[in-house]
């Protein structure tokens, strides 16, 4: 399945059906009176976050979506049939944009929310409810509302707890493989990861989600390379975990650029809880590897995890201070909404 992340779509909700003019006519009633009924309901036009969706690509063969016209009322006070909704199923994460790609309509976080994109119009009222002592038959009925018409934006922000940054080739894939039940594409040149890959990572008996960021070079703010257009994928994560390749010239180097990106695209990401982990270690030698740990940790000014994606080495500790840092931003934000709760007696 591929990956899509943003797209366009046309919505229409349908329009109200018209109220009926009739009277009734039946043998022996001498004053049938008016008897037509009102116009049916429009359908309205929803967007619903479902379970077992990662991706917008079901949205790249069908944009438009119309919800059903409602019936015109008929006679014998019969009133028409409402149109049927349409629900627009889509990932959990799912941002709704207006048509400028600015202006947030609905943020989709939880299986099942839903959020009403387009309301259908309403039925025009038949002659019936025009009937007054003043005038017994009436010959006016009122037209259906007309629907609404949209263009919106979706786009798609994975929920993941942990994300992984870091340039091109150094280790993302590699590392989310073995970590996770992922299997992401893994070769030798950069930009192999082209999309977003998700994977579900155990260590302690804890499970997490972590999301491999295809890789960042300096300028993707300006668009160079695969630009930024992914990073909107780990505004949602707890905590970040950059790895810088080990085998590079100048780690320190590496490590600036990806965090004057990450500063570049704004959306306090620079900010989040981040891990740094000196990565490809299996390829260096004592004095290498502790020559590379010394000038990254100055760089970073803080603790640097020495790991590798291949032997494994380090993997697990480098797992569990991502899992306390997770579980460190889920207790915060867990006390920030009970204080935001107001006190009922």
């Not at 008897?35 to 309205?44: E, F, P, Q, T, Y």
């Not at 990073?231 to 994560?237: D, F, K, P, Q, T």
């Not at 490809?280 to 020559?291: M, P, Q, S, V």
Request: aromatic share 6%; charged share 25%.
């Amino acid at each position: 399945m591929k990956f899509l992340d943003l797209t366009k779509v046309h919505v229409r909700s349908g329009s109200g059906g018209n109220g009926a003019v009739s009277f009734r006519r039946e043998k022996y009633v001498e004053f049938g009176g008016p008897d037509g009924g009102d116009g049916g309901k429009g359908g309205d036009v929803w967007a619903e976050a479902v379970d077992g969706l990662n991706t917008l690509i079901d949205f790249r063969y069908q944009q438009h979506f119309f919800a059903k016209n409602g019936q015109g009322g008929m006679g014998k006070q019969r009133t028409g049939r409402s149109g049927d909704d349409i629900v627009l199923r889509v990932p959990v994460g799912t941002e709704i944009l207006d048509e400028d790609e600015e202006t947030v309509i609905a943020d989709l976080t939880e299986v099942g929310q839903r959020v009403l994109l387009a309301k259908g119009g309403n039925g025009g009222f038949g002659n019936l409810a025009f009937k007054s002592s003043t005038n017994q038959a009436p010959r006016r009925a009122n037209p259906g509302q007309p629907g609404v018409e949209r263009t919106l934006w979706l786009r798609l922000k994975l929920i993941a707890d942990a994300g992984l940054v870091g340039l091109p080739n150094a280790g993302k894939s590699t590392f989310l493989a073995a970590v996770s039940n992922a299997r992401p594409k893994i070769a030798d040149y950069p930009f192999t990861t082209i999309h977003p890959n998700l994977g579900i990572v155990g260590i302690d008996g804890a499970e997490f989600v972590m999301a491999d960021i295809p890789g960042l070079i300096e300028g993707a703010s300006e668009g160079r390379g695969l630009g930024d257009r992914f990073l909107g994928h780990v505004e949602r994560c707890s905590v970040l975990l950059h790895l810088v390749d080990g085998t590079a010239e100048d780690v320190a180097a590496d490590w600036r650029t990806v965090i004057a990106e990450l500063e570049a695209y704004g959306g306090d990401l620079a900010g989040k809880p981040r891990i740094t982990a000196l990565n490809k270690i299996d390829a260096l030698d004592d004095a290498e590897r502790a020559e590379r740990l010394a000038r990254l940790r100055e760089a970073a000014g803080g603790e640097v995890w020495p790991m590798s994606g291949v032997s494994g080495e380090g993997v697990a500790e480098v797992l569990r201070a991502v899992r306390a840092r997770i579980r460190a931003d889920r207790l915060r934000h867990a006390g920030d909404r009970q204080e935001a709760t107001p006190w009922r007696p």
